[in-house]
């Protein structure tokens, strides 16, 4: 059988690409003081990477021009603390994050299931890789990194962001900061997020599959990055907006003043007129055909849209997870995320509806020796399973069951019996 063009191959692996690049007297005016005039360059599997980045419609060409802008490579090449160093591309498609060779090394080596798994699960919440490059200044150091996707690639103002691992012992560490905003961890977390239940579903079985492929791979301490957007806030950073990102700055709470509009009771939306949250049960008796006949298993390395995609905004083979997943989140009490569990709970907290922007990142750290004597060491102090160094298949197993927590289905967008009824029977059917 002949290959496909979409295959890789051994060569494709172990392929790399170096370019030295010098910038001329008259191109060195143009440049600010402090430039990089001459740099090495080396691109790894050129080609499974631009096959990612045909999978996600970016031009090669336009994507070489962003990273290897003159900011962008001054401020890589000036870091000092790899895999600790990330920031935007100029046009903020792109986070550039710096590596540890270590790093690099898993990353390549788990490359090619990467690339067959985000192929087959086209509403994969792993974040996008789209180039792993090393750049060596004229008489430096050399600098690993990765560019990835933007999971915050929107013009929406973020309110609040996470950083979120599941573990809750020794996440107490000094906050990140992303596009000027503070990456909150476990112990700020203060919110759930009500998701219609089929979506719902759909979700952590993805979330389910990702964590199967990082578990394989032997990776673990990777996190999920989930920020959210209130609907109805102004776009940018105005009065109205900057009570609930200021408090998401101290770790405080919620401003619950309901003047600006944004602030409404979880008892009164399940009693209100929810036609605009909902989907159009219309046009999903015409998208989903009950009686399709093409069976699961002969899927290859197609896009694996089941029907619980179907239950996606835009009900298209390029939604993804993650990308402005329309919320209700509810705002609980500080004390932690255990305290609304109930379905009477949920109703009685105070609600906003939200825009979700999520991804898995940060899957490079394996099961190493160190990772192992960590794990040792901070067992005989603390619970051995809330710490963050554990085996991959712990690592996996509790990650799904925090963001499990976090994600509640709302029962209260259940879709009328006459569809929920075949619409369960046929999802049960396909676990």
């Not at 390549?108 to 699960?121: G, S, W």
């Not at 160190?370 to 298949?393: C, G, Q, W």
Request: with cysteine; proline share 3%.
């Amino acid at each position: 059988m002949a290959e496909s063009s979409k295959d890789i191959s051994a060569l494709d692996l172990t392929d790399s690409q170096r370019y030295w690049v010098h910038y001329s007297r008259q191109q060195c005016l143009n440049l600010p003081p402090g430039s990089i005039t001459a740099f090495e360059w080396k691109d790894y599997c050129p080609r499974v990477f631009r096959l990612i980045q045909e999978l996600e419609n970016i031009n090669n060409e336009c994507y070489m021009i962003s990273i290897c802008s003159d900011e962008t490579l001054r401020k890589v090449t000036s870091s000092s603390k790899p895999g600790n160093f990330f920031i935007l591309s100029t046009d903020n498609r792109f986070v550039v994050k710096t590596l540890r060779k270590s790093e690099v090394r898993v990353l390549l080596e788990m490359l090619p299931a990467y690339y067959n798994h985000i192929r087959k699960f086209r509403s994969t919440v792993l974040s996008k890789l789209y180039g792993v490059h090393v750049v060596k200044p004229d008489g430096g150091a050399k600098v690993y990194f990765l560019v990835g996707s933007n999971i915050f690639k929107s013009d929406l103002l973020m309110h609040r962001c996470y950083d979120l691992k599941g573990s809750l012992q020794g996440r107490r560490v000094e906050k990140v900061r992303f596009r000027e905003k503070v990456l909150h961890k476990e112990s700020d977390l203060d919110f759930h997020f009500c998701l219609e239940p089929l979506i719902r579903h759909r979700l952590m079985k993805q979330i389910k599959h990702d964590c199967a492929f990082l578990e394989a791979a032997g990776v673990m301490d990777y996190s999920m990055l989930l920020g959210f957007h209130v609907k109805g806030s102004p776009k940018d950073l105005s009065e109205a907006g900057r009570s609930l990102s200021t408090d998401s700055e101290r770790g405080g709470s919620v401003d619950t003043n309901p003047s600006d509009g944004r602030r409404l009771s979880c008892d009164s939306l399940y009693h209100s007129d929810l036609s605009s949250q909902r989907y159009s049960t219309a046009s999903i008796r015409d998208s989903v055909d009950f009686n399709d006949k093409k069976q699961k298993d002969s899927i290859d390395f197609e896009s694996e849209l089941s029907f619980g995609d179907q239950w996606l905004p835009g009900n298209s083979q390029t939604t993804r997870f993650g990308e402005e997943l329309s919320a209700r989140g509810v705002h609980i009490p500080k004390n932690g995320i255990g305290t609304l569990t109930s379905h009477e709970n949920l109703k009685s907290g105070e609600c906003y509806e939200v825009l979700l922007y999520f991804g898995i990142v940060d899957f490079f750290q394996n099961y190493s020796v160190i990772k192992r004597l960590e794990h040792a060491y901070k067992s005989l102090h603390f619970d051995r399973k809330m710490i963050t160094a554990v085996n991959p298949k712990a690592y996996s197993s509790r990650f799904q069951d925090f963001i499990g927590d976090i994600f509640k289905a709302d029962e209260s967008l259940n879709l009328p019996t006459d569809l929920t009824s075949g619409c369960r029977e046929k999802m049960l059917q396909m676990q």
